[in-house]
């Protein structure tokens, strides 16, 4: 297993469109990919209504994306790759 943590540093939170972006990475692999936020909640990277029916992530807060299988560690690079390329 592999993770990765984001900061939010958007001023509107985890947007419904950083939030595509990182749904879109996570189903261009074939890992178990899980979002956790600060407050114990998480769900299925894969889905985007997973995604969405966290509580709302705002600024500074902290995100873990968890990869877990065959390629894990390509998904990782996957989502550092995203971060350097989109603001979050």
Do not use: W
Not at 49 to 55: P, R
Not at 78 to 88: A, D, S, T, V
């Amino acid at each position: 297993m592999t993770s990765y943590k984001i900061t939010i540093n958007d001023m509107n939170g985890l947007t419904s469109r950083s939030s595509a972006e990182l749904v879109e990475e996570a189903n261009h692999h074939k890992c178990h990919i899980t979002l956790k936020i600060e407050n114990g909640e998480e769900c299925d990277l894969k889905s985007i209504m997973n995604v969405f029916a966290l509580s709302p992530i705002s600024k500074g807060e902290v995100i873990t994306i968890e990869c877990d299988g065959e390629d894990e560690v390509e998904a990782q690079k996957g989502f550092e790759k995203l971060c350097n390329e989109y603001r979050f």
